[in-house]
């Protein structure tokens, strides 16, 4: 599904990445694992779009993204591609409702197709009774799982999420972790997953084990 194709970066002087290839499966659950400064992270943006490599190419089911422009590279991103990073980044001022419906608002739904989506989400993540909620009101959890819902509201092909249990407790912790295989299972999105808990990656179907910007070993199981 996702062909990545000796990625290099570099920020000023510094060698992010230093000729990464990667491929992934559909429906596979990916796990990135190394120490600070192993590159996971600029990997991880390069492979949401969110930055782009000095050279290399990623592609998703054939289509090399960084030689779409612009505005169709956005497009290919809100459509494909699901974000969930350690600090949930919800907007404050936005009903927990909201959050999760506005991905799908920016690709074009309406406002009812996108809130039947959302709502569907909230009430499968077990967050039906707090959809009126702002974030400020629920709890480290709560707000988590929200954001998983609002990767997932537009249906992308692949989650990617970056330390997305790191600011969690050791029971929403596990419990996170066991609702993306549930994901998985259910709507058969692929996720790549950049983590230092080795709890979640040894349940991932592949470890990737980074250091100064290589991929030093990958572990199938």
Avoid: W
């Avoid at 990545?4 to 990445?17: A, C, S, T």
């Avoid at 969930?84 to 991905?103: D, G, Y």
């Avoid at 739904?109 to 039947?116: D, G, K, P």
């Avoid at 407790?169 to 419990?175: A, L, P």
């Amino acid at each position: 599904m996702i062909e990545i194709n000796d990625i290099h970066k570099k920020f000023d002087k510094l060698e992010v990445l230093k000729g990464v290839s990667l491929s992934v499966s559909d429906g596979e659950i990916l796990s990135i694992i190394g120490p600070s400064g192993a590159g996971k992270t600029t990997l991880l943006q390069i492979m949401g779009s969110l930055d782009r490599p000095d050279t290399g190419s990623v592609t998703y089911d054939g289509t090399d993204i960084f030689r779409l422009s612009d505005k169709r590279l956005a497009g290919f991103r809100n459509k494909n591609i699901g974000f969930v990073f350690q600090f949930h980044q919800l907007l404050a001022e936005f009903t927990l409702l909201e959050n999760v419906a506005l991905p799908a608002l920016i690709s074009g739904a309406s406002r009812t197709e996108a809130n039947e989506r959302a709502r569907e989400l909230i009430d499968y993540l077990g967050l039906g009774a707090r959809t009126d909620h702002r974030p400020a009101e629920l709890s480290g959890g709560e707000r988590q799982r929200a954001a998983v819902a609002r990767a997932l509201v537009n249906r992308p092909k692949v989650v990617l999420a970056d330390e997305p249990s790191g600011s969690l407790d050791s029971h929403n912790r596990t419990e996170l972790h066991r609702l993306f295989f549930d994901l998985r299972d259910r709507f058969s999105q692929t996720f790549v997953i950049v983590t230092h808990d080795e709890n979640l990656a040894r349940q991932a179907d592949r470890t990737i084990m980074m250091r100064d910007g290589q991929i030093t070993e990958i572990i199938d199981r």
